[in-house]
């Protein structure tokens, strides 16, 4: 079964940087796309960044020439490098890994991580 985990979020002033991590556990599976998503009190849930395949990143437009994705797929880790903070970036922010686990048999998986607070204070 694969399991995900986010971290490094936390408390950072307006206009600071900060990187996330979020990395895939378990045995007999492989990755394909890693997703960012984040969600803010009374909002709904936004995709922040997808990273597919190892292809070229997508972004929302909110975080386009701030935020920076990565992924390894074949160490099962991914990144979100986010920098000049505001106040709107306040959320909890999400990681879904997506691809196919092996073991007991062939099957698609889709699992989301537990989420990191980010907080931008002003």
């Known amino acids: 079964q694969v399991q995900v985990v986010e971290s490094g979020g936390g408390v950072v002033q307006s206009g600071g940087s900060l990187t996330l991590s979020c990395v895939a556990r378990?045995?007999?599976?492989?990755?394909?796309?890693v997703s960012w998503y984040r969600q803010a009190p009374g909002k709904q849930r936004e995709l922040v960044a997808m990273?597919?395949?190892?292809?070229?990143?997508n972004y929302a437009d909110s975080v386009k020439g701030r935020f920076i994705a990565s992924s390894d797929n074949a160490r099962a880790t991914a990144s979100l490098q986010m920098n000049s903070l505001n106040s709107e970036d306040t959320a909890v922010y999400l990681c879904?890994?997506?691809?196919?686990?092996?073991?007991?048999?062939?099957?698609?998986?889709?699992?989301w991580g537990q989420g990191t607070q980010v907080t931008v204070s002003s």
């Open positions: 378990g045995s007999g599976f492989s990755v394909n796309t």
């Open positions: 879904n890994v997506e691809g196919v686990s092996y073991l007991p048999s062939w099957k698609e998986y889709s699992v």
């Open positions: 990273v597919a395949g190892g292809s070229t990143p």
